[in-house]
């Protein structure tokens, strides 16, 4: 079992949709849950961080984090075209190691 | 505020060559720094962090190597590269062991 697990897709969405991306983690001691962002040959960048049980709501982004079922999710409404990109799950591990999902590639289709 | 600087972005270099990919980070100190290796269609695979000055910890047995001889800077070298080397490389410096923030990357081919 990987750490971090995550649908590599591409998850096709139409424009205007919400876009729904999910992560699950095997460390039960894990403390902190990223979300990120990579273009086609670019570096990734963070979007959102979430500690706590619950939402994370950031303009167009929510973070949905469900410790005791062990996994965060990332919720984008009104998809634009600009939001394709693969979203990038990283999980901070109870000593503190960040631990990568391998990506969901998202498509979003005018 | 913080930045980090990676260079080059692009390389192309024959089998057998060496190499050197260095890494800066400016506006932090002691940081926590981090060489991944993604390739095409993958996810990041760790393959050195450091937390001080010539501490370097090995995530992947390979041809590659780290160092870390200044605070912020960190250098990933090979003495010989092998066609499997290819790939994106990503130096990433962590603030307090929360997020991750990236450099530009260098996209490595090895023919």
């Known amino acids: 079992q990987k750490e971090v697990e995550q649908n590599s897709g591409p998850l096709s969405v139409p424009e205007g949709a919400i876009a729904s991306l999910n992560c699950t983690y095997s460390?039960?001691?894990?403390?902190?849950f990223f979300w990120y962002r990579q273009y086609s040959g670019k570096s990734p960048e963070l979007i959102m961080f979430i500690y706590s049980n619950g939402d994370k709501e950031d303009g167009r982004f929510t973070a949905q984090l469900n410790k005791a079922s062990q996994y965060v999710s990332l919720l984008i409404r009104d998809s634009q075209p600009s939001d394709s990109a693969t979203y990038l799950c990283?999980?901070?591990?109870?000593?503190?190691?960040?631990?990568w999902g391998a990506g969901t590639k998202l498509i979003i289709k005018p | 505020s913080q930045t980090i600087h990676q260079w080059p972005a692009t390389l192309v270099q024959p089998v057998g060559s060496p190499l050197s990919l260095e890494c800066t980070v400016e506006?932090?100190?002691?940081?926590?720094l981090y060489w991944y290796r993604q390739a095409a269609g993958r996810g990041l695979q760790l393959l050195f962090y450091s937390v001080g000055i010539g501490q370097i910890s090995s995530e992947v047995p390979q041809n590659l190597s780290a160092s870390r001889p200044q605070d912020r800077q960190f250098i990933l070298s090979s003495k010989k590269l092998l066609l499997s080397d290819s790939g994106f490389y990503l130096c990433?410096?962590?603030?307090?062991?929360?997020?991750?923030?990236f450099g530009q990357g260098t996209r490595l081919t090895v023919v």
């Open positions: 990283a999980v901070n591990r109870s000593n503190y190691q960040l631990i």
């Open positions: 506006g932090t100190s002691n940081p926590n």
């Open positions: 990433a410096w962590e603030r307090a062991n929360t997020e991750a923030f």
């Open positions: 460390d039960r001691g894990s403390q902190s």
